[in-house]
């Protein structure tokens, strides 16, 4: 999935203004702008729009987990300069403090359908035998979810859940 489109589905999601954005950012210890937040969270088409990048991300969802969880004891958690969707998708669970049974019960509000074995294999090891890739549908269905979750009363039947690049 794009980085700008998950900032954006989690910005709606969680009704987060750009202060708040910022916080996050720092939170994991990177310092941005709000112009930067600003055109991170614009259209591809918008000419400012400008294009997250893996480790800007993760900053934002370490900052999120921070948010959430607290600040853990030690150092900082260095963000990842390559993301995929698996370890956004773990950052999310871990930010949530979601077991498999929230996560599923995420996915049954959008009627889709996956079960506790192919969920644990998205959050295995990469070298590990079961281990499987979490294709964009599994995490753009896993954000959506949390839209109708967390953002319900601020969607209405017209919304495209704040996103419309898919």
């Given amino acids: 999935m794009n980085n700008n489109s998950v900032l954006r589905r989690l910005r709606f999601t969680f009704n987060f203004n750009d202060t708040k954005m910022i916080e996050l950012f720092q939170l994991a210890g990177k310092t941005v702008t709000r112009a930067e937040v ?3 969270l614009k259209k591809e088409e918008d000419e400012e729009f400008k294009n997250l990048n893996d480790q800007q991300l993760a900053y934002f969802l370490n900052g999120f987990i921070v948010l959430n969880r607290g600040k853990k004891e030690g150092e900082t958690p260095i963000a990842e300069k390559k993301l995929n969707n698996n370890i956004v998708f773990r950052k999310l669970k871990i930010a949530l403090n979601y077991r498999d049974e929230d996560i599923l019960n995420v996915y049954e509000l959008m009627n889709f359908q996956i ?10 090891k990469p070298d590990h035998q079961h281990y499987r890739l979490c294709k964009d549908q599994f995490l753009r ?3 959506q979810g949390l839209q109708l979750k967390y953002a319900s009363d601020r969607l209405s039947k017209n919304d495209d859940f704040g996103d419309d690049d898919y």
């Fill in 38 to 40: 600003s055109d991170w």
């Fill in 115 to 124: 079960s506790k074995h192919e969920l644990s294999a998205f959050f295995r």
């Fill in 141 to 143: 269905n896993f954000l």
